[in-house]
Nanobody
Framework: QVQLVESGGGLVQAGGSLRLSCVASGLSFRNNYMRWYRQAAGKQRELVASIDRGGSTNYADAVKGRFTLSRDNAKNTVYLEMKSLKPEDTAIYYC?????WGQGTQVTVSS
């Protein structure tokens, strides 16, 4: 049974930083792409960043240069480091692997 558990969300002022974590279980973590999505109120879920099994990353244009995605295969964990946060980054952030989703963690950025 695959489980993805996110943590690290919270309330932060614009310009601040947060680090989200996603711990995976029940899958061959090191062999899988991992992704972060986000969904703001009233909007569609959108891809934020992805990382392949070799550690290569891709980012949405809206977060390039501010967000960094990394993985620790020994801990079955991916990290999304978010800096220079903006109010428009406010959303529920979800960890994803194939058809599996975490429960989400709320990120709120105040202006």
């Amino acid at each position: 049974q695959v489980q993805l558990v996110e943590s690290g969300g919270g309330l932060v002022q614009a310009g601040g930083s947060l680090r989200l974590s996603c711990v995976a279980s029940g899958l061959s973590f090191r062999n899988n792409y991992m992704r972060w999505y986000r969904q703001a109120a009233g909007k569609q879920r959108e891809l934020v960043a992805s990382i392949d099994r070799g550690g290569s990353t891709n980012y949405a244009d809206a977060v390039k240069g501010r967000f960094t995605l990394s993985r620790d295969n020994a801990k079955n964990t991916v990290y999304l480091e978010m800096k220079s946060l903006k109010p428009e980054d406010t959303a529920i952030y979800y960890c994803n692997q194939a058809s599996y989703w975490g429960q989400g963690t709320q990120v709120t950025v105040s202006s």
